[in-house]
T-cell receptor, first 112, second 115 residues
Framework: DQQVKQNSPSLSVQEGRISILNCDYT??????FLWYKKYPAEGPTFLIS?????DKNEDGRFTVFLNKSAKHLSLHIVPSQPGDSAVYFC???????????FGQGTRLTINP | GAVVSQHPSWVICKSGTSVKIECRSL??????MFWYRQFPKQSLMLMAT?????????EQGVEKDKFLINHASLTLSTLTVTSAHPEDSSFYIC???????????FGAGTRLSVL
């Protein structure tokens, strides 16, 4: 039972344009969502998070949007840079729980 | 961001031997640490939650006698893969929970190859 889904295994975007990565979830008890970036053979790096009481959180080039009614969140990266090429995982946390539930990841490639 | 150190980064061992992987939080105290396993081109699979001073909580399907976890201090958790077999070859990653939002910060991972 995949509670967090990233339906696009890969995404290719031109440098300077906007990258939009999507994530859907099924568990309505999730109240905190995070995005991580991962390079090959490295651990994930925390990027940005959002609480369920908000619908948007912005940090520099990264913005996360949360649509609770649709159980959908997205990560926008603008402008996209070659160094953004990596696998992006969304993750969710249940109320009061410690553990994260991860999506399958989306491989983002930024083309020059 | 917080720093989590994981050692070794790569280990090759013979079938039947045991391997210990260390996870340290370098600039904060971590009451809770997590151990994940990642297969090629797949997501991170949580193996267990490690709480300082108590027994680890294992996810369903993870053999606790095979994957021994010790969290003896607020900055160190260890994962020991006992009697390793080729099917245990994988990428193992630890993380440490840092409040107040309980964001998990990850180590760089350990590539285990069992011959």
């Amino acid at each position: 039972d995949q509670q967090v889904k990233q339906n696009s295994p890969s995404l290719s975007v031109q440098e300077g344009r906007i990258s939009i990565l999507n994530c859907d979830y099924t568990n309505s008890m999730f109240d905190y969502f995070l995005w991580y970036k991962k390079y090959p053979a490295e651990g994930p790096t925390f990027l940005i998070s959002i609480s369920s009481i908000k619908d948007k959180n912005e940090d520099g080039r990264f913005t996360v949007f949360l649509n609770k009614s649709a159980k959908h969140l997205s990560l926008h990266i603008v402008p996209s840079q070659p160094g953004d090429s990596a696998v992006y995982f969304c993750a969710a946390k249940d109320q009061g729980a410690q553990k994260l539930v991860f999506g399958q990841g989306t491989r983002l490639t930024i083309n020059p | 961001g917080a720093v989590v150190s994981q050692h070794p980064s790569w280990v090759i061992c013979k079938s039947g031997t045991s391997v210990k992987i260390e996870c340290r939080s370098l600039d904060f105290q971590a009451t809770t640490m997590f151990w994940y396993r990642q297969f090629p081109k797949q997501s991170l699979m949580l193996m267990a939650t490690s709480n300082e001073g108590s027994k680890a909580t294992y996810e369903q399907g993870v053999e606790k006698d095979k994957f021994l976890i010790n969290h003896a201090s607020l900055t160190l958790s260890t994962l020991t893969v006992t009697s390793a077999h080729p099917e245990d070859s994988s990428f193992y990653i630890c993380s440490a929970d840092r409040g107040p939002k309980n964001i998990q910060y990850f180590g760089a991972g350990t590539r285990l190859s069992v011959l």
